[in-house]
């Protein structure tokens, strides 16, 4: 199977640079899989179109300031542009760090750019001293793994001295409000560098609405991080190998799916997150373990799906592994004529734009 085949056009100005000011207002196309049918509505429709007894599940996670400008050992910094201070502007000694995984024991593994200058026993600093890495290794996906020095206010730290870490097709260096527009309401488990965009629609009043129909709600947790977002080198499908990714799953919300599942009730999986989370962890036996781990799930196009029934999604780029998880519950075909849709309707694309429901 060719990653090319996974292609489609998207004009550039159909990739959301903002925000709605309502997240609920996004629009929605609804895909129903056994008719090929889909019909354009809206995010406030979600309550309408699940069922009394749908689990719905959604990721928990919480993004935090996980981008550090900063200077490298024995570089004395430029300051950066104050037109945009979050500007890639790498003067002489300045470095940018994205953490992407908690290792424990101060140590993170990052993304560091500029990468090929920066060799192992290099040391990095942030702020006036405030923290201080040092380069320890390297990793199969071109991450560094750094060793921090010990603080005991380390997050408080990084959350005053990190950005928020868009994506890098939103043309804009961040501002404060992204700190909670890029963040679901429900979001409270730290540790993601990218948002389960799926969930940025939700609002307390759509929550309580859905709530109010009697339908359950169970949360999960994986923390988003360079197997969400890594891009496909290889030419072939199967060539790709996922990175893993940081997942825990409590005895209540293993409770709840199984239940449903063995009731023969709609597991409603909010974002791909959620599904990898939820197909990996049942990947043995078809029933949810809990427990937490590193999910390395790669799911495309033949892949079984023994959990997920319906998938709340937002649109994703050409040949993202994200695209072949959607393709794979609905249909390569199938999806990209309803991508073909949304350009010609005017859709907008990615984290900050709107949604799929599929059934």
């Known amino acids: 199977m060719l990653v090319s085949d996974f292609d489609y056009h998207l004009p550039d100005e159909l990739i959301a640079q ?61 300051p950066l542009s104050p037109r945009n201070p979050a500007a890639k502007e790498f003067l002489h000694g300045r470095v940018e760090v994205l953490l992407t995984k908690d290792l424990g024991d101060c140590e993170w593994e990052a993304l560091v750019h500029p990468g090929r200058k920066i060799g192992i026993g290099e040391r990095l600093f942030f702020g006036e001293n405030e923290l201080d890495a040092e380069v320890v290794g390297r990793g199969a996906f071109g991450e560094r793994r750094l060793q921090f020095r010990p603080v005991p206010d380390f997050f408080e730290r990084v959350e005053r001295l990190g950005h928020v870490p868009l994506p890098p097709y939103i043309g804009r260096a961040d501002r404060p409000e992204d700190r909670e527009r890029y963040q679901t309401v429900y979001a409270c488990a730290r540790g993601s560098v990218a948002a389960p965009t799926a969930g940025l629609h939700f609002t307390p009043e759509i929550l309580d609405r859905i709530r109010e129909c009697g339908i359950e709600i169970a949360e999960i947790t994986l923390h988003v991080g360079l197997g969400t977002f890594q891009p496909v080198r290889a030419d072939r499908v199967e060539e790709h190998k996922m990175h893993g990714e940081r997942f825990s799953i409590s005895a209540d919300a293993a409770e709840k ?103």
């Open 257 to 359: 799916i199984n239940r449903a599942l063995e009731a023969g009730r709609r597991v409603v999986a909010v974002g791909t997150t959620t599904v990898r989370t939820l197909e990996f962890a049942a990947r043995e036996t078809g029933r949810v373990t809990r427990g937490s781990g590193e999910a390395d799930l790669f799911i495309y196009p033949g892949f079984r799906f023994r959990v997920v029934g319906v998938l709340l999604t937002n649109f994703h780029l050409p040949k993202s592994t994200l695209l072949m998880l959607v393709s794979a519950f609905a249909g390569r075909e199938l999806v990209l004529k309803a991508y073909e849709h949304a350009v010609r309707e005017r859709y907008r694309f990615y984290s900050y734009g709107d949604c799929m429901f599929i059934e």
């Open 18 to 78: 903002e925000p709605l000011p309502d997240r609920a207002a996004s629009r929605m196309l609804h895909l129903v899989r056994s008719s090929g049918e889909w019909q354009d509505r809206h995010f406030r429709d979600l309550p309408n179109l699940l069922r009394p007894d749908d689990l719905l599940v959604v990721n928990n996670t919480r993004v935090f300031a996980a981008r550090l400008y900063g200077r490298r050992s024995g570089q004395r910094a430029q």
